[in-house]
């Protein structure tokens, strides 16, 4: 059964849409990870301003591994400094990170 990663981001009123742009632009840069099932970026439909990433893997190991790696490190701007791409000012103001196994299926 999956492992569900929801990291749950607070963005500043109307910067939603750069994180979804940012989302949009890495889309593929997971094909291949170890355990990585796929993803689904959710955009609140009401006042909120708290996005959803929610992320399947095969095991809390596959998930941990890709969280203590380069990948994960480059991808969210605390790798290495002297990369050639500039690290983006992050747009979320925080984040929660809730884990979850799937129950009931229907």
Avoid: C
Wanted: glycine letters at 8%.
């Amino acid at each position: 059964m999956s492992i569900i990663k929801i990291n749950a981001i607070t963005v500043p009123e109307n910067s939603g849409d750069e994180l979804g742009k940012r989302f949009a632009a890495r889309r593929d840069s997971m094909e291949g990870t170890s355990g990585f099932e796929g993803f689904e970026l959710l955009k609140p439909t009401d006042e909120r301003t708290t996005w959803l990433v929610i992320t399947r893997w095969a095991t809390e190991a596959d998930f941990e591994n890709w969280r203590t790696s380069q990948d994960f490190q480059k991808s969210h701007g605390t790798g290495d400094s002297a990369s050639e791409e500039q690290p983006k000012k992050p747009v979320g103001m925080s984040a929660e990170l809730w884990s979850y196994t799937v129950s009931v299926t229907g």
